[in-house]
């Protein structure tokens, strides 16, 4: 085994978080910000990329964590090493409401391609990388660009979906189509493509996009309900907008039904 084994539990039902219990010297590494808590005698350290090749190179290592930022993910990531004689417990939450999903690598054939943003935490030894897109469609009109990230090795990974998670097995030459933001991450036999919905009504008054994702099988996938982006617009959408000015959703009333209901902080 090249990655740790670690041991774990997840917390909770909307707002999770994964507890990894640590045998001494086992290390997990976490994306930045992740961290919830931890229990005396694991250190934390700020490294260059995963950890996953502590043999490289000064300049191997910078190569490889600048390709990360081609994601949008930071050039450090975070490792928590047990120091202590005895098995010790960090945690990490989830960034917003959803689920966190456990990845046993070597079901996958050592291999998993996930959105850009999932990645939450993994033993150490697994690599942290990325996967670039070989067609063009799929680079220009996919959700997530020519890049997603590769979850690579023999341990334990997590990620974390929003809102509900649908886990999809896919027989060879079964196609699911599915909105290019709801793809929460997929097994390396699964072929990804982005096709057109097609008709000028869809393409003008669908509200969907322009654009589907497609995953044929053979091979596992994860679709999550709702993606940050779309919870994210509807905030937005539904925040103060110029004078402080609020929509009164659902109420017929308008802005008067705030004076109605119960909730008028200042």
Do not use: W
């Not at 905030?235 to 402080?244: E, F, L, T």
């Amino acid at each position: 085994m090249l990655a740790h084994e670690i041991d774990y539990h997840i917390y909770g039902e909307e707002m999770q978080y994964v507890e990894i219990e640590l045998d001494p010297q086992e290390a997990v590494v976490a994306e930045a910000g992740s961290f919830m808590m931890m229990e005396s005698g694991v250190q934390m350290e700020t490294i260059f990329g995963d950890g996953s090749n502590q043999n490289e190179s000064i300049m191997g290592k910078l190569f490889s964590a600048g390709k990360r930022m081609l994601t949008g993910e930071s050039l450090f990531m975070t490792v928590f090493l047990n120091q202590y004689h005895a098995k010790r417990k960090v945690s990490f939450a989830s960034p917003y409401p959803g689920k966190i999903v456990p990845l046993d690598l070597t079901q996958f054939g050592g291999k998993f391609i996930c959105q850009k943003d999932a990645f939450l935490c993994a033993a150490k030894g697994v690599s942290v990388g990325i996967e670039f897109s070989r067609k063009l469609g799929r680079g220009l009109f996919g959700g997530e660009g020519f890049i997603m990230q590769k979850l690579e090795g023999d341990g334990l990974a997590f990620v974390h979906a929003g809102g509900t998670l649908a886990r999809k097995e896919l027989q060879a030459g079964e196609v699911l189509k599915v909105d290019t933001g709801c793809i929460v991450g997929f097994s390396q036999t699964v072929d990804y493509d982005i096709e057109f919905i097609g008709g000028i009504k869809n393409t003008i008054f669908g509200g969907e996009g322009l654009f589907y994702a497609t995953l044929q099988g053979p091979g596992v996938v994860y679709i999550q309900s709702l993606p940050f982006s779309r919870l994210a617009g509807r905030i937005y959408a539904s925040a103060p907008q110029g004078g402080g000015q609020q929509r009164g959703e659902g109420s017929i009333l308008g802005g008067l039904g705030n004076l109605l209901d119960g909730d008028n902080r200042f």
